[in-house]
């Protein structure tokens, strides 16, 4: 019996990591997302330009997704202090996530893969196929800086602040910012 379940949690791990994990300095897989805000965004657009980060969540509407959009809509001005374009990232429909960022006064777009290609190109999703709670950091050479694995719903906003600042992200100067 024990043995059985070693073999299950081994196949497990072994499905569970694709081999593709991103590290720090790896360069972030391109995407083009539709987002709530009725655009489309893509890696590309802002490589040279300004750092991103990617807060990738499971489902739209869900207790704890629900809390880290509003902690980031409600302190979205801690996250527009430096030189980034932020952005939430789900496998739900571009409805939903419309809806939700509505519901929750997101200021900001969430972005939405329904095919969950990009999410499995930024190894977030999970086996039960919706994305794991990571929030993704690139640089603006398009480079990963950093993948946080261990996110607090409620202080979403406060830690991403507290990783650009240990990241060296720049600021925007004040005066600079309209």
């Known amino acids: 019996m024990k043995s059985m379940i070693r073999s299950l949690a081994a196949l497990a791990l072994a499905l569970s990591s694709s081999g593709i994990s991103l590290e720090v300095g790896d360069v972030a897989p391109d995407f ?52 980034i374009s932020y952005f939430m990232a789900s496998v ?3 409805e939903k996530n419309t809806e939700f960022a509505k519901s929750t006064k997101a200021d900001f777009p969430l972005l939405s893969d329904t095919s969950k290609q990009v999410a499995k190109a930024y190894d977030v999703l999970a086996l039960y196929g919706v994305p794991k709670r990571h929030t993704i950091y690139i640089s603006k050479q398009g480079k990963i800086l950093m993948v946080d694995r261990k ?27 309209e």
């Open 92 to 94: 739900d429909t571009l």
């Open 32 to 83: 083009s997302l539709p987002a709530s805000d009725g655009k489309t965004y893509s890696l590309d657009q802002f490589k040279g330009k300004q750092a991103i980060v990617i807060a990738w969540y499971p489902m739209a509407f869900t207790r704890g997704c629900t809390i880290e959009c509003k902690s980031l809509a409600e302190n979205g001005d801690l996250l527009k202090q430096f030189d």
């Open 151 to 177: 996110i607090n719903a409620a202080t979403s906003a406060q830690d991403i602040a507290a990783n650009l600042e240990k990241l060296g992200v720049p600021k925007i100067a004040v005066g600079s910012a």
